[in-house]
C-alpha cells in the first residue's frame, strides 16, 4: 500500500498567521491531493497536482496556496489562517485510487 | 459534473444482520467506482474498487458490483460485525481526471 506522510499531525495557530501544511509520498504517485474533513461536509477537496511544478484548484481553493516542488513533496500554505480553517486535512496520491496519509488536526485561535 | 449519492446519515444495525451501503452516480465519463471506510481517528482506506460492469471486487468481506445499467455501486456484507463501525465514502473518478467526486458519507453504526 501507497505510504503517504504528513506533518506536522497537530498543528495550533493564530489568527492571521502563516501555516505550511507538509505531505510525502513514496511511491511515485504523479498525482496529489489536499482535502479537509468537517463534520457535516465530509471530504472536500482543495487542491491537487498531477506532477512537480503543477497545482490546481479544487473545490474550495479560497484561503489556500498549494506548492509541489518535486514528485515526493506537496505543501499546502495558509498565509493569513482563519478560525474557520479549523479542520482536519488530509494529503493523499494516487494515479487511480487515492492513498490517504495519516491527517494533520489544525486549530485555528 | 460528476456527482455520487449515497445512503446518508447514520445506519444502524445489529450484529450478525447483513450489511448494505447503497451508492449511485452520474457520470460523463465511464468511470471508476470506489468505497472508502474511515474508522474513528483515522485516515480514509481504499476498501473496494471497480471499473468493470458487473464485476464483484471483495475485501474483508465486503463486496460490490458495478451495475452500469443503472448506476449503482452498492457496499454488501453478509454479516456484519463490532469492527465494521465506521465512517463510509462511496466515490468515482471518470475520464482522464484521476480526481475522485465523493459522496457525503454513511456512517455504519454496528451493535451488539
Known amino acids: 500500500e501507497a505510504a503517504v506522510t504528513q506533518s506536522p499531525r497537530n498543528k495550533v495557530a493564530v489568527t492571521g498567521g502563516k501555516v505550511t501544511l507538509s505531505c510525502n509520498q513514496t511511491?511515485?504517485?504523479?498525482?496529489m491531493y489536499w482535502y479537509r474533513q468537517d463534520t457535516g461536509h465530509g471530504l472536500r477537496l482543495i487542491h491537487y497536482s498531477y506532477g512537480a511544478g503543477s497545482t490546481e484548484k479544487g473545490d474550495i481553493p479560497d484561503g489556500y496556496k498549494a506548492s509541489r516542488p518535486s514528485q515526493e513533496n506537496f505543501s499546502l500554505i495558509l498565509e493569513l489562517a482563519t478560525p474557520s480553517q479549523t479542520s482536519v486535512y488530509f494529503c493523499?496520491?494516487?494515479?487511480?485510487?487515492?492513498?490517504f496519509g495519516p491527517g494533520t488536526r489544525l486549530t485555528v485561535l | 459534473g460528476d456527482s455520487v449519492t449515497q445512503t446518508e446519515g447514520l445506519v444502524t444495525l445489529t450484529e450478525g444482520l447483513p450489511v448494505m451501503l447503497n451508492c449511485t452516480y452520474q457520470s460523463t465519463y465511464s468511470p471508476f467506482l470506489f468505497w472508502y471506510v474511515q474508522h474513528l481517528n483515522e485516515a480514509p482506506k481504499l476498501l473496494l474498487k471497480?471499473?468493470?460492469?458487473?464485476k464483484r471486487p471483495e475485501h474483508q468481506g465486503f463486496h460490490a458490483t458495478l451495475h452500469k445499467s443503472s448506476s449503482s455501486f452498492h457496499l454488501q456484507k453478509s454479516s456484519a460485525q463490532l469492527s465494521d463501525s465506521a465512517l463510509y465514502y462511496c466515490a468515482s473518478s471518470g475520464g482522464s481526471n484521476a480526481k475522485l467526486t465523493f459522496g457525503k458519507g454513511t456512517k455504519l453504526s454496528v451493535k451488539s
Open positions: 471497480s471499473f468493470t460492469d458487473n
Open positions: 493523499a496520491s494516487g494515479d487511480r485510487g487515492q492513498y
Open positions: 511511491n511515485n504517485h504523479n498525482n
